[in-house]
């Protein structure tokens, strides 16, 4: 309130001193600007009598005053200037005080300089001789008449201020001491002006109803809480403009959002389009399901309309979690059409060669050779088989063993050792880095993740690479790193080469006979141990990948 007054007093005095500075202003200038027409056409009078006299010699001699005095022909080129060479100067014949002495005799004219404050005046006379003498002289603009009234008019702001300051405050005081002494609990009990004993009485009448209900909403929100709380479905109530009335404790977490502040619209929970789709049907008093996706997981949405006496009162929305349900669905289907493809090529093949022996198109010459084939690929779907196995027991994480203290050290040479025909026959050089490490763990899965890691590298290399293995044994985890110098991976498929089946290159992993599981399997047998894996490469350059398992 004391706001509203300072204000309105203080604006009051601005609009009357505003007014009256205006008005003087606007008398000052209509003065000034007569008196100094009056000025110059006296000026011009006389030196044109000097100039009809003496011609140039007189403008030459004369004493120049502040005043720019500019001669000018008949075809308007500047015979003389006072404060410019007249050869530099372009044609006056158009400037507009010089039209109106032509034409008229005498001509005025007003222009703007550079600064805001000031402006050029110009007076144009047509002497006897048909030449135009013009004065012109700056004169100064109502702003800068303002200007000069600054401190006068600083001194009546800062009293404006000041007074109106104090008048506003002792104003409020007076009106609002009685209002603020009021009793809330009892405004039936105060005594204030006789205008607001009327409006005391309704808010006394209002305070018994709000108590009474408000005991009843609590009483009610006590009993949702109490079951809701507990649930790990998403409850979320609406009214009939979409505004959350409440909400459980899991609709916060399914959503991944913060509890709303005050009464938040729905519609700032979630944005999707399956999300709209089911709230406007249930506001519209329709029942609808949706399968919807919030950060990466999967819910299916159930949204009811709830109505009081035939009427619409609102919704209900209840979310269900089913990310799990959808990726293994997910899990499924990409499996099975895996599965199926990369069976689909050694198959063929066998049946391929055993057709041909068959129809007795094979010499006795080829046999070896087709039979081998037959074998090479046989033993391919046999591996695969077992990988798939390998996958299957680490997805329920039932290995067959139990944990026990494997030393890493001698697992990795034992690896190395058996890898070594494979480096050699591609000219592969492997160099082992080791100190002891013992960890807690499944011994065939670490074996089965260390071979993977090892033999992708020297499968994925050039002939004549590196591959380097190391074992750290540091204070809080086992760092087991595998490096080499072969093709390396872009970086578009590293998020993708722990997929099952995934191939970065399908002619290259053709020519590797690889199955597409081998990192599956080390991203499986991490998390069975906790472990984290680190892929770092690069196109052409090579590839490393660090196993961190905590101790």
């Known amino acids: 309130m004391t706001k509203r007054i300072f204000r309105?007093?203080?604006?009051?005095?601005?609009?009357?001193?505003?007014?009256?500075?205006?008005?003087?202003?606007?008398?000052?200038?209509?003065?000034?600007?007569?008196?100094?027409?009056?000025?110059?056409?006296?000026?011009?009078?006389?030196?044109?009598?000097?100039?009809?006299?003496?011609?140039?010699?007189?403008?030459?001699?004369?004493?120049?005053?502040?005043?720019?005095?500019?001669?000018?022909?008949?075809?308007?080129?500047?015979?003389?200037?006072?404060?410019?060479?007249?050869?530099?100067?372009?044609?006056?014949?158009?400037?507009?005080?010089?039209?109106?002495?032509?034409?008229?005799?005498?001509?005025?004219?007003?222009?703007?300089?550079?600064?805001?404050?000031?402006?050029?005046?110009?007076?144009?006379?047509?002497?006897?001789?048909?030449?135009?003498?013009?004065?012109?002289?700056?004169?100064?603009?109502?702003?800068?008449?303002?200007?000069?009234?600054t401190q006068p008019l600083a001194i009546i702001l800062v009293a404006a201020i000041l007074l109106s300051v104090f008048l506003a405050f002792q104003t409020a005081k007076n009106i609002t001491k009685p209002i603020n002494s009021i009793d809330l609990e009892h405004p039936e009990m105060a005594v204030v002006y006789d205008e607001l004993t009327p409006l005391l009485r309704r808010i006394a009448v209002q305070n018994k109803q709000l108590y009474q209900q408000m005991r009843e909403l609590k009483r009610q929100k006590l009993e949702f809480d109490t079951i809701t709380s507990n649930m790990q479905e998403g409850i979320l109530v609406l009214d009939t403009q979409g505004d959350v009335l409440s909400y459980n404790l899991g609709a916060l977490q399914l959503m991944g959002i913060e509890a709303p502040k005050d009464q938040a619209n729905v519609f700032r929970l979630n944005r999707s389009e399956g999300f709209r789709r089911c709230v406007e049907s249930a506001l519209a008093g329709t029942h609808r399901e949706e399968n919807i996706q919030v950060g990466g997981k999967f819910f299916q949405l159930f949204a009811n309309p709830v109505h009081q006496d035939d009427t619409l009162a609102g919704a209900i929305l209840v979310l269900f979690d089913v990310t799990e349900r959808e990726e293994r669905e997910k899990l499924r289907r990409e499996f099975t059409a895996n599965v199926s493809h990369e069976l689909k090529t050694p198959l063929t093949s066998i049946s391929g060669f055993a057709e041909i022996m068959k129809n007795g198109m094979v010499g006795a010459d080829d046999v070896p050779r087709f039979a081998g084939k037959i074998y090479d690929e046989a033993q391919r779907l046999i591996q695969m088989v077992q990988d798939i196995i390998k996958l299957?027991?680490?997805?329920?994480?039932?290995?067959?063993?139990?944990?026990?203290?494997?030393?890493?050290?001698?697992?990795?040479?034992?690896?190395?050792?058996?890898?070594?025909?494979?480096?050699?026959?591609?000219?592969?050089?492997?160099?082992?880095?080791?100190?002891?490490?013992?960890?807690?763990?499944?011994?065939?899965?670490?074996?089965?993740m260390v071979y993977n890691l090892c033999d992708n590298a020297i499968r994925y290399n050039y002939e004549n690479g590196k591959v380097h293995i190391s074992l750290e044994n540091k204070e809080e985890e086992i760092v087991i790193s595998v490096s080499d110098t072969g093709i390396g991976i872009a970086k578009a498929d590293q998020s993708r080469v722990f997929e099952r089946f995934y191939r970065v290159n399908q002619s290259r992993s053709k020519e590797t006979e690889g199955t597409g599981l081998g990192l599956s399997i080390v991203k499986h047998g991490a998390m069975l141990h906790n472990a984290k894996v680190i892929l770092t490469s690069e196109l052409n350059k090579g590839t490393k990948i660090t196993l961190l398992l905590p101790k």
Do not use: C
């Not at 139990?402 to 592969?428: H, S």
């Not at 050089?429 to 011994?443: C, D, K, L, Q, W």
């Open 392 to 448: 299957s027991k680490l997805d329920e994480k039932q290995t067959g063993m139990d944990r026990e203290t494997v030393d890493l050290q001698r697992l990795i040479e034992d690896v190395v050792k058996r890898l070594e025909p494979i480096a050699q026959a591609k000219g592969i050089s492997m160099t082992v880095r080791v100190e002891p490490a013992y960890f807690m763990g499944v011994s065939q899965v670490l074996q089965e």
């Open 8 to 149: 309105a007093v203080f604006g009051l005095a601005m609009v009357m001193i505003l007014a009256v500075v205006g008005l003087v202003l606007g008398m000052m200038y209509d003065y000034f600007s007569a008196e100094q027409r009056d000025e110059l056409r006296s000026q011009a009078i006389y030196v044109g009598t000097g100039i009809q006299t003496n011609g140039l010699d007189y403008l030459v001699q004369m004493d120049h005053p502040g005043d720019r005095i500019t001669w000018i022909d008949k075809d308007g080129v500047v015979l003389f200037d006072s404060k410019a060479d007249p050869a530099k100067m372009d044609n006056h014949k158009k400037r507009e005080e010089v039209i109106a002495a032509f034409q008229n005799g005498e001509g005025f004219s007003e222009r703007y300089s550079t600064t805001l404050s000031e402006k050029t005046v110009n007076y144009a006379l047509r002497l006897e001789n048909g030449t135009i003498l013009r004065i012109s002289t700056i004169t100064n603009s109502p702003l800068t008449l303002f200007f000069t009234l």
